[in-house]
């Protein structure tokens, strides 16, 4: 499986971004992707994740503005950001979960700033 996001850049405060995740190669069998993101000096957090029947979750700090989805082939799984804030500044990883091996994406960098 090969992860490909997209979609991050720089955006001022109160602002909106959509990250995008695209699997490809042997894509079945995968039943939860999410995102996680790293701020610089910090450990990677868990953001948001969504199963093959759509269930979601989301980390306490961006509940209410940030919204993770997919279409209807489960593939590209979205990130949609809303009202960013300066602390939501880091880079975005996607991650795929395929029969519990771990695959991950190169991050997309997304910085809030004015």
């Known amino acids: 499986v090969q992860l490909q996001a997209s979609g991050g850049g720089l955006v001022q405060p109160g602002g909106s971004l959509r990250l995008s995740c695209a699997a490809s190669g042997s894509v079945v069998g995968i039943n939860i992707m999410g995102w996680y993101r790293q701020a610089p000096g910090m450990q990677r957090e868990l953001v948001a994740t969504?199963?093959?029947?759509?269930?979601?979750w989301y980390a306490d700090s961006v509940k209410g503005r940030f919204t993770i989805s997919r279409d209807n082939a489960k593939n590209p799984v979205y990130l949609q950001m809303n009202s960013l804030k300066p602390e939501d500044t880091a880079v975005y990883y996607c991650n795929a979960n395929q029969f519990n091996i771990i695959y991950w994406g190169q991050g997309t960098l997304v910085t809030v700033s004015s």
């Open positions: 969504i199963t093959s029947y759509g269930r979601t």
